[in-house]
């Protein structure tokens, strides 16, 4: 399953298969991005980074791809499980701030 | 164990009551800061602090106060200046002094205002 970030706020997937959520960021001086996960009711919690000298960035069964060229971070899933389902949010880092995304949430059916 | 706390998990204030959030870490990170978030919108800067005894306002500071007395602790007060202060809010804390290193997130106080 594929979100296209902001404008498509929930996806759904099934159990075992891969997850992709995109998200659109806005400032081409931002160099460093991060992915949290939350779940309901919880703080947020960090997942994966990256910097912008490098395109892929692989953690467990997380992968974090940037696209510098269209400002545009993925962060796909693999083997989808139950426990998964949460929001997702990216974060960007123009200078001098950190600007979060709205989320993605994250549905996994059984 | 090592972390970031906050409480009270809940919290319920009348209309005109000044209400203080608290946020402890033990991970000895010097910068640490508030968040608000409500639902469908990403978390907005309310505070931040990057040494004791200094803190910076964020995007929305007005209506809130924080102090940064302790390395340990950087409490939020809402106050009834806060024209809409029902939000559930997160506090977190970064080891380096700059927005670029990752922050870490307490379990976050959902304020109700009644």
């Known amino acids: 399953g594929e979100s296209v970030g902001l404008h498509l706020p929930t996806l759904s997937v099934q159990e075992g298969d891969n997850s992709i959520i995109n998200c659109a960021y806005s400032?081409?001086?931002?160099?460093?991005f991060i992915w949290y996960k939350q779940e309901s009711g919880k703080g947020p919690q960090f997942i994966i980074d990256?910097?912008?000298?490098?395109d892929k960035r692989q953690g467990q069964r997380v992968t974090v791809l940037l696209n510098k060229t269209v400002k545009h971070l993925s962060l796909q899933i693999a083997a989808t499980q139950p426990g998964d389902s949460a929001v997702y949010f990216c974060?960007?880092?123009?200078?001098?701030?950190?600007?979060f995304g709205q989320g993605t949430e994250l549905s996994v059916k059984p | 164990d090592g972390g970031i706390t906050q409480s009270p998990k809940y919290l319920f204030r009348k209309e005109g009551q000044n209400v203080t959030l608290s946020c402890e870490q033990n991970?000895?990170?010097?910068?640490m800061y508030w968040y608000r978030q409500d639902p469908g919108q990403g978390l907005r800067l309310i505070y931040y602090?990057?040494?004791?005894?200094?803190?910076q306002k964020g995007d929305i500071a007005e209506g809130y106060s924080v102090s940064r007395e302790k390395k340990e602790s950087f409490p939020l007060t809402v106050t009834s200046a806060q024209k809409n202060p029902t939000a559930f809010y997160l506090c977190?804390?970064?080891?380096?002094?700059?927005?670029?290193?990752?922050?870490?997130f307490g379990p976050g106080t959902r304020l109700t205002v009644l």
């Open positions: 977190a804390s970064s080891n380096g002094q700059g927005h670029t290193d990752t922050q870490y």
């Open positions: 400032n081409s001086a931002s160099d460093y």
């Open positions: 990256i910097r912008s000298n490098m």
């Open positions: 974060a960007e880092t123009p200078p001098g701030k950190l600007i």
């Open positions: 991970l000895n990170h010097d910068a």
């Open positions: 602090s990057q040494i004791v005894n200094d803190f």
